[in-house]
């Protein structure tokens, strides 16, 4: 049992940093994708405030149009008016339409300055939004490039140690040991073998029977500590 345990010590020598590759290769690209989902969530953001500023713009314009053709309804009656003096009744209706015509185009206007107002103002929104869209992507570019290069890196580091842990796998560990082994790997992190100081796990940090302590030293089969399951090693 002592070769098995020296057996998986070589490779937990090389596991844990294996472990730390294979976290860094999945974190980095998560990483990337929050960071761009921010930005996409700007963008979206970006296109609804421009959008919106447009729609405005066209209700404006149909107010300005509408307003145009009022006018030119009035100047129409009023010529009507100038040629019909002699009929009062049709007069006050040319008045009275002239008059409504007149309300229809200031409450119009009014509501045109109003809307110009929130057309600058969503412009406004709009430039800032694309000033911190821009600020950002640049941002983006320069942390993806980083990514980049810590990706290959990680692979690079990854790709070494496993053909390191390939020339230390021994034919001598047998499979239920390896098995248990490459459990623990990854339910702790990369760390399936803890060493023993005194009575204390140094991967949990409890303290683990004298009794136990002396199965370990033994040596004549795998101890787990009976907190974290890791794997016992006392180094002396
Ligand atoms: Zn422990």
Do not use: W
């Amino acid at each position: 049992m002592q070769e098995t345990l020296s057996a998986l010590l070589q490779l937990q020598e090389l596991d844990r940093d294996i472990f730390r590759a294979q976290t860094e290769l999945k974190r980095l690209p998560a990483e990337r994708n929050v960071r761009k989902a921010e930005i996409e969530k700007r963008q979206t953001r970006l296109a609804e405030v421009r959008h919106e500023a447009k729609q405005v713009r066209v209700r404006i314009k149909e107010i300005e149009d509408l307003s145009t053709q009022h006018r030119q309804r009035i100047r129409k009656v009023e010529n009507e008016a100038a040629g019909s003096r002699q009929d009062m009744a049709l007069l006050v209706a040319y008045q009275h339409e002239i008059r409504t015509l007149k309300k229809e185009i200031s409450t119009s206007e009014e509501e045109g300055v109003q809307l110009v107002e929130k057309a600058e103002g969503l412009d406004a929104q709009a430039a800032a939004l694309q000033a911190e869209i821009d600020k950002e992507l640049a941002l983006f570019a320069d942390f993806a490039g980083n990514v980049d290069r810590e990706f290959a890196a990680a692979e690079k580091r990854l790709k070494g140690l496993q053909d390191q842990r390939k020339a230390r796998m021994s034919s001598k560990v047998p499979p239920e040991a390896l098995s248990l082994y490459t459990r623990l790997l990854s339910a702790r992190e990369g760390v399936a073998i803890a060493h023993l100081d005194g009575r204390t796990c140094q991967g949990c940090f409890m303290e683990i029977p004298t009794n136990m302590v002396v199965r370990v030293n033994r040596g004549v089969e795998l101890v787990q500590c009976p907190s974290c399951d890791r794997i016992l090693h006392n180094p002396r």
